[in-house]
């Protein structure tokens, strides 16, 4: 093996037998007796065998000749057992391939950072202090600025490196006759540099590119959106695409793996900020100073600190607000409010993770199923040792006699110890190879955005196949610390003896794993049965009205070519289209989609008898007449829209609105809401002007856990960009959809729809991530049962070996043959009981932990506890079943003959 | 034949023959080559079993010398065609065994002058 030597042990072996002949040969001629002679010169050599083993550690690294002696011990012993060792490395692959999947999703999701140059150097403005916005409302504080200041503060920038703002929007990009909706990133010239972004093909955005407003019809594509949309086909430079009706030419595709600032909201293409209004038809915002969409990244000069920057910053921030005063059209405020606006400040917020809006929904899932996946990887090591442990057992007559010619307790130890590392390695191998796989299920169960699509890979990377590793050795040591320690153990008296007693401590190390193992499956019972009536229950009580052939469909013919003033008319016209149809019984229109988890909200001044003002935003919705109706929802007081609340002029004109009852419970406590007055914004000047006339029952939007105050405005007092539309068909939807696509083409073949889906469906995709919990929870009980089970049958069968002899005593002592069977299904009762007992606490502590993942369930809810107890009981029966049958049959003359 | 003495602790043996084990078989080959029979033989015969008890702890001392190269080895036939193993000195064998020699002549006088052997003050 590892020596500098070149001869062989053989060479040796052969010199000394030679050396031994030619003594032998002199003493015979030195007149010794030959039969003596032979003896005698052996005697002279003195100990052969130390002379042989100090030949063989000659130049050798003892402990890696041990090491690799071990390890083809190790092999070997592996593969005298294929189904066991089959059973380990596919236990422990799925345990880690699901613990390296989580983690690396977790790892792009929450931890890992943008995958820029520097990005420990990036850092976000936040505006902390009070915004004074144009009339609505002034909860003031947050990551959006408005643009003059950025374009201030690059201008006179000296603390920076260079800065950068970007926004986002939804656009309809279309080749040819081919329109879809699609994530924009609109960004200010200095993006891609500040960034250190490079072109995949072509160029990217420069500062060039973002001089004069709406002189720079170009983007650049996203790597993905290139792939997917253009088949990644080099010809995709200069030519002209249709964004939102305008021509732009491709510059240029960014690099592989970039995503911008948001992994969550991918955008497809990128915009100069001075083409917005391309994005943003009717509104470019640029020089707003009252209103605020851009978000801004800095990177810091090198060798300053953010906190360094941060003052650095202030002395500017401070005379901006104070030439903002100054300016004319700012608005009228108190003193209390212009101080509060003076005493804003900009802070600095670690810019290395970006934007995300899922990640603070996901995180409390991720760190759920993380703790899930742990739990099934302690579950699979002990079903690893609880195997292992059988091999020490069945082997253990050849250990003991090891121990008995010298081998030492350590050696022993070791050589286990090596046997699982290489079982686990095994495990580790597997558990990389199906982490990908694993990892796009887990993907496919995450909730996804209407346009812009997750930049998370199932890939696997260093840092991930670190983390395997290190689950690996965890386990290795979980695992096989119980084996390798029983294993140094055997006592070679006891164990050379055919009698049962020497196994009976390994055996019961054996039934404490399995007493773990049904206890963790039992938890995961219960988790998953707690998550699946929580889906349950959310989807069948819905969002509080009735969801069957109820469709719905979005429109933005802004994003299409039309004109403000044009979409109002256009609007009504579909709607008319629709109410045509015969099976439609009933169409409305929402400016905003329900059941999207957000929208439009602004806190509230209401005038009732007395003065209240909302301590949060309130959700609103402009919505048509016939909404309400086509929903299903009742107007318990006053009266719904009708054809007076309109208003045929461009612009706003809001006049009338409609809340619910959980508005009118939580805020206005007794006066009477009919006739009261609203209006935005929490500030003194609000004057409340919009009169409520009526008021609707509570229904679930937002989020469907509980309902929120609502408040309703008449969509025709308003503008209408976008809305959408919902329709009650009269009977099953299969031909609905296409009739609703139709009646939008004959009014305008141009408008695309967008997002065509029933209800239900909607319903569904909000209900995502309850989804995946539930899936993931079922999926781990079920491997979790599956493993507790083969873990108990193990234990049975190597119990009923060892009481082999007893119960043929009792046999032939004339006990009929089913009690023997009772036997072992009274064992495992007792096995699953105990497991039972320790899962209980451990359950409802977890259960506390979970709870506000919870809906309509208590966290250990009797019946749910119960029938997960039943279903494990059920299942130690089925591991008992074949063992007990067995056993009964056992004839006893055999096994008391076999002693 | 070789008579057994008390068997010396091993370590106490090592620490002896190390030094001296070399520079014998060393002083052995001078006079051609040998196997490792008959330098054991001749070791024992010229020391008078005073510094080799058995034949077996030779070897390590042959092996550590054919390692620093200072002795070579090839299988061949010995005088009654018995086929063995024959070591003999290189030169930088011969070099060593010429310095080793001087060392322990050195260090006889030396030992010598100190413990008053050659003086005729103790009148023995």
């Not at chain 1, 007794?670 to 509570?698: H, K, Q």
Request: charged share 20%; net charge neutral.
């Amino acid at each position: 093996m590892i020596r500098r030597t070149t001869r062989t042990d053989e060479d040796f072996a052969a010199e000394i037998e030679a050396h031994l002949a030619l003594e032998a040969d002199q003493l015979v001629g030195e007149g010794i007796d030959p039969a003596e002679a032979e003896a005698a010169a052996r005697r002279a050599f003195g100990n052969r065998m130390r002379s042989e083993e100090r030949f063989y550690y000659l130049n050798r690294r003892v402990w890696l000749d041990n090491l690799a002696r071990s390890a083809r011990y190790a092999l070997r012993q592996m593969r005298l057992s294929p189904v066991s060792t089959a059973t380990i490395v596919l236990s422990l692959g799925i345990g880690i391939g699901l613990a390296t999947a989580i983690f690396s999703l977790a790892d792009q999701a929450l931890v890992r950072a943008l995958p820029v140059r520097a990005p420990a150097e990036l850092v976000q403005l936040e505006w902390r202090g009070q915004f004074i916005g144009s009339g609505m409302g002034s909860v003031g504080y947050g990551s959006l600025v408005p643009f003059p200041l950025f374009r201030e503060l690059r201008a006179e920038n000296e603390v920076f490196q260079d800065l950068f703002a970007r926004t986002t929007a939804e656009v309809h990009v279309a080749i040819g006759d081919d329109t879809e909706p699609v994530q924009a990133e609109i960004v200010t010239g200095s993006f891609f540099a500040t960034l250190g972004i490079r072109p995949a093909l072509g160029r990217l955005l420069t500062e060039d590119d973002d001089l004069q407003p709406d002189a720079h019809p170009m983007v650049v594509l996203s790597h993905d959106y290139w792939q997917r949309r253009f088949g990644g086909r080099d010809d995709i430079l200069g030519r002209s695409i249709r964004v939102n009706d305008h021509a732009m030419t491709v510059i240029g595709v960014a690099e592989p793996g970039f995503f911008g600032m948001d992994w969550s909201l991918a955008p497809a293409i990128w915009l100069p900020m001075m083409m917005k209004t391309v994005a943003t038809p009717g509104w470019s915002g640029l020089d707003e100073r009252r209103a605020r969409f851009a978000h801004v990244y800095a990177r810091l000069a090198p060798g300053t600190s953010s906190a360094q920057a941060a003052v650095a910053l202030e002395p500017w921030f401070k005379s901006y607000l104070r030439a903002d005063t100054e300016r004319e059209g700012w608005p009228p405020l108190t003193e209390h409010q212009l101080a509060a606006y003076l005493a804003s400040d900009l802070a600095l917020m670690p810019g290395d993770h970006g934007q995300s809006r899922l990640a603070p929904q996901l995180e409390r899932p991720m760190l759920i199923l993380l703790a899930a996946t742990g739990l099934i990887l302690l579950l699979a090591c002990l079903n690893v040792a609880n195997l292992s442990l059988a091999r020490v057992l069945m082997a253990r007559r050849a250990t003991a006699l090891r121990t008995a010619l010298g081998a030492s307790r350590w050696r022993i130890a070791c050589e286990q110890a090596m046997e699982s590392g290489l079982l686990a390695a095994c495990g580790c191998l597997a558990g990389a190879l199906l982490a990908p796989a694993l990892g796009r299920g887990i993907l496919s169960l995450l909730p996804q955005t209407t346009a812009g699509g997750l930049a998370l890979r199932p890939e696997l990377d260093l840092r991930v196949l670190a983390f395997a590793v290190a689950v690996t050795a965890l386990t290795t040591i979980l695992a096989g610390t119980a084996p390798a320690l029983y294993a140094a153990s055997i006592r070679p008296l006891s164990a050379l003896k055919l009698q049962a007693a020497g196994a009976l401590g390994g055996l019961g190390i054996r039934k404490l794993l399995v007493v773990g193992q049904f206890a963790l499956a039992l938890v995961l019972l219960i988790g998953a049965g707690l998550f699946a009536r929580t889906l349950g229950t959310l989807r069948s009580d819905g969002p509080g009205y009735a969801t069957t052939n109820l469709l719905m469909f979005r429109l933005a013919p802004r994003n299409d070519g039309y004109e403000t003033e044009a979409t109002k008319p256009l609007m009504q016209r579909v709607l008319d289209e629709l109410e045509a149809l015969p099976e439609v019984a009933q169409a409305g229109i929402g400016a905003w989609p329900m059941l999207e988890g957000g929208g439009w909200n602004n806190p509230l001044t209401i005038e009732a008898t007395g003065r209240v003002v909302t301590d949060r935003s309130i959700p609103m919705n402009a919505v048509s007449a016939g909404f309400f109706q086509t929903l299903g929802i009742p107007i318990v007081r006053g009266r719904d829209f009708g054809a007076r609340d309109a208003w045929d002029e461009p612009g706003w004109n809001l006049r009338s609105a409609i809340v619910n009852e959980e508005l009118v419970e939580r805020y206005l406590g007794g006066m009477e809401p009919i006739g009261a007055r609203l209006d935005f914004g929490t500030g003194p000047d609000a004057d409340p002007s919009i009169e409520i006339v009526g008021v609707v029952r509570s229904f679930r939007d937002y989020t469907l856990r509980k309902p929120e105050p609502q408040v309703f405005f008449s969509l025709w007092e308003r503008s209408v960009p976008q809305a959408t539309f919902y329709i009650r068909g009269r009977s099953a939807t299969e031909t609905l959809a296409r009739s609703l696509r139709d009646a939008v083409q004959r009014v305008d073949p141009a408008l695309t729809v967008l997002s065509l889906r029933s209800v239900d469906d909607q319903l569904d995709r909000m209900l995502a991530g309850e989804r995946m919990l539930a899936a993931l929870a079922t999926i781990f009980a079920a491997l979790a049962t599956v493993l507790a089970m083969i873990g108990l049958y193990g234990v049975l069968s190597f119990s009923a070996e060892l009481r082999a002899r007893e119960i043929g005593l009792r046999l032939a002592l004339g006990a009929p043959r089913w009690s023997a069977g009772g036997l072992m299904v009274r064992e495992a009762g007792r096995l699953t009981a105990a497991g039972l007992l320790i899962a209980l606490p451990v359950s409802w502590v977890l259960g506390r932990l979970v709870e506000s993942q919870l809906y309509g369930v208590g966290s250990m809810d009797a019946m749910i506890v119960a029938g997960a107890a039943a279903a494990l009981a059920a299942v130690g029966l089925l591991a008992a079943a074949l063992p007990a049958r067995r056993v009964a049959a056992l004839d006893p003359l055999e096994v008391l003959r076999g002693e | 034949m070789s008579t057994q003495h008390e068997p010396r602790a091993d370590t106490d043996r090592i620490a002896l023959l190390q030094g001296t084990l070399d520079v014998l078989i060393l002083r052995t080959l001078i006079f051609g080559s040998q196997h490792g029979q008959g330098i054991a033989r001749e070791i024992q015969r010229t020391s008078g079993e005073v510094l080799l008890v058995d034949h077996g702890s030779l070897y390590p001392a042959l092996q550590r010398l054919e390692a620093k190269r200072w002795i070579r080895a090839a299988w061949g036939l010995s005088d009654n065609n018995r086929r063995a193993r024959f070591y003999e000195l290189t030169e930088e064998g011969r070099e060593q065994l010429g310095r080793e020699t001087d060392r322990w002549r050195r260090l006889v006088e030396a030992m010598g002058r100190v413990l008053g052997l050659h003086s005729t003050e103790t009148g023995r």
